[in-house]
């Protein structure tokens, strides 16, 4: 390719990588074919900046070559990976869920701020927690907290229990598949959710990697975005706590119809907070 040295040089694999990514509009091409490669050759992304003559082995070329044809089809970065940050954990991530973004720890800082005693949080409820990114970042800040995490999708669930078992969490946590709060029973201190809030007829419009690989469950909030909002509403007053309190991640645009709903059962508006863009992104109830 034009402008890339040839060989088969990390150097080049990562020119030539670049390229293409670049050609497929990708958000980030450079950093993702590194990304990519150090995945590829099983080692991270600074030893391969520290050696670009290092040569590619066969067996990573072609790992390397079919992750690059995926990624330039918008296939999720975190689904070739198989991983995703959030917060202070690394989780396991596939495409039977949303893959954890960063707006979601809004989320996180909330329910902090909420509870600056830590210790007076001992039992936590995600529903539908997907990869369990909001449940295991809490308990994570939660020292003394038991969590519960509930997701529609048994495949959901069992990738959260995996990712609790990863980051040291599993005797706190305990990851359900049912429908939202159907199956439970029980009052909890902080009940956490990141429910799915897009318009359905927003969904074609949406990013590719996001349209295409990312699961409806997780994106699809009806009609209006808010049919998650009605069911939360008519769960929360039976699962809260006295003194206990919800933090729910909106959708842009969303924060005074899901304070309207949510009063509509009884449940108070305390506070929202932005994500880093202004939007505000996670409401406190
Ligand atoms: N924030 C996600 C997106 O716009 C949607 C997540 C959700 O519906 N909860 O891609």
């Known amino acids: 390719m034009s402008g890339c040295e040839p060989g088969e040089s990390v150097g080049a694999f990562l020119c030539q990588a670049g390229q293409v990514l670049r050609a497929a509009a990708v958000e980030a091409p450079r950093l993702e074919a590194r990304l990519l490669l150090a995945h590829a050759m099983g080692c991270r992304q600074e030893d391969l900046l520290r050696d670009p003559r290092a040569p590619v082995g066969p067996e990573a070329q072609q790992r390397f070559r079919a992750a690059l044809s995926a990624r330039a089809r918008h296939v999720p970065m975190a ?9 202070t954990l690394d989780l396991l991530s ?6 954890p973004r960063a707006d979601t720890e809004t989320l996180v800082e909330l329910a902090l701020d909420t509870f600056p005693d830590r210790s007076s949080v001992t039992r936590l409820l995600d529903l539908g927690t997907g990869t369990g990114a909001l449940l295991l970042a809490c308990l994570a800040e939660f020292p003394g907290a038991f969590g519960v995490g509930v997701d529609r999708n048994p495949r959901a669930a069992a990738l959260a229990r995996a990712n609790a078992a990863r980051n040291g969490l599993a005797d706190r946590a305990a990851l359900l598949a049912g429908d939202w709060a159907d199956a439970l029973s029980g009052r909890f201190d902080l009940i956490l959710s990141n429910p799915p809030y897009i318009e359905s007829s927003s969904i074609p419009g949406l990013m590719p990697e996001v349209a295409l690989h990312e699961p409806a469950l997780a994106l699809d909030g009806g009609a209006d975005g808010l049919d998650a909002y009605r069911a939360l509403a008519s769960a929360l007053p039976r699962l809260l706590a006295a003194g206990g309190k919800a933090v729910l991640e909106l959708g842009q645009g969303q924060q005074a119809p899901v304070e309207a709903i949510m009063r509509g059962a009884g449940l108070r508006p305390l506070g929202c907070r932005e994500d880093l863009g202004g939007v505000p992104r996670a409401l406190l109830l």
């Open 79 to 87: 689904h070739l990976i198989g991983s995703a940050g959030f917060w």
């Open 94 to 99: 596939d495409p039977s869920t949303l893959i």
